[in-house]
């Protein structure tokens, strides 16, 4: 299923597609005009501030990560996938059966500019989700082996989710569950790895955003230098710090507390038998009175 968050910002990536793709003659953001009111335009530098905007960059920047994601690992999503989704989700919700309320939900409540830009949206959502497929382990060995080591677990849970019996549970096997170990180790794991697979493809992506001001982004970049450099510093100070500790003799003994003697005890000093002396007289003292 489209996840909420996909689907809460579709009409602004879709939207953000086409505005990025033309941009490959990158106006500057004074020159990009994005609405008019009474005849007075609104230029794309009143916007860039937005939190909103920004976000909705990041969306379309990772919607083209996906799909270059999607070619790399040989993923394709057909048009028959697509569409099952679509019959599928229709079919699960019964106010969507309706063609009228269908399109209410696509133009209204999506605010998507048609149903083509739908299927873009599920055309990503099932990438991430053969993406997650391949990232997590699902072969058969590695199911075994959580049913070796989890069997317990997986017998009282499953047994709980189907309504079976004591005795029905006690009689589970590993090819009963095999496939609900499967689908808990995916929902567990593929969230994580894809976050991790994307991150990295981020991160080794050569990501330009126009719209940024050069001053502001000139700024950024000295900024980032710093931090960079900080972390640096940081790391070669823990790195020194690890390698005098290492260099240390094994057999270097911890001192000994103040006043311990040979075997470990606590010497009393003088000053604490006096008051000891007192406090012992002044409580045999209380006592006879």
């Known amino acids: 299923m489209v996840s909420k968050g996909l689907i809460r910002t579709g009409t602004v990536i879709v939207g953000l597609l086409v505005a990025l793709g033309a941009a490959s003659c990158q106006p500057s953001p004074d020159q990009v005009e994005v609405a008019r009111v009474n005849g007075k335009p609104i230029f794309l530098k009143e916007v860039t501030a937005n939190q909103q905007f920004r976000n909705a960059v990041e969306n379309a920047v990772m919607a083209h990560l996906l799909e270059e994601a999607a070619a790399k690992e040989n993923i394709v999503i057909t048009d028959k996938e697509i569409d099952d989704w679509i019959k599928d989700y229709r079919e699960k919700n019964d106010n969507y059966t309706d063609d009228l309320e ?3 939900f696509i133009y209204l409540r999506l605010q998507l500019p048609s149903e083509q830009d739908l ?22 060995e ?13 017998k009282t849970l499953y047994a709980q989710m189907n309504g079976l019996s004591v005795e029905e549970k006690q009689k589970l096997t590993f090819e ?11 929902n567990q794991e593929s969230q994580q790895k894809l976050s ?13 955003y126009t719209y940024i001001p050069p001053e502001l982004k000139q700024m950024r970049e000295q900024l980032q230098k710093q931090i960079e450099e900080k972390e640096k510093e940081q790391l070669e100070a823990l790195k020194k710090a690890r390698e005098e500790v290492a260099g240390k003799p094994d057999d270097i003994v911890a001192e ?7 075997t470990g005890t ?14 012992q007289e002044r409580t045999e003292g209380e006592g006879t009175e």
């Open 102 to 104: 269908w399109k209410k």
């Open 119 to 140: 299927r873009k949206l599920v055309r990503l959502q099932l990438i991430q989700e053969k993406l997650a497929e391949k990232l997590v382990d699902l072969s058969e």
């Open 142 to 154: 590695r199911l075994k082996k959580e049913w070796e080591e989890k069997q317990a677990f997986y």
């Open 176 to 186: 009963d569950v095999k496939d609900f170990i499967r689908d808990s180790i995916k």
């Open 196 to 208: 991790e697979y994307m991150r990295k493809l981020q991160e080794g992506a050569q990501i330009e």
């Open 256 to 262: 000994e507390p103040t006043g311990a003697n040979e």
């Open 266 to 279: 606590q010497e009393p000093n003088s000053k604490g038998d006096e008051t000891g002396e007192g406090n």
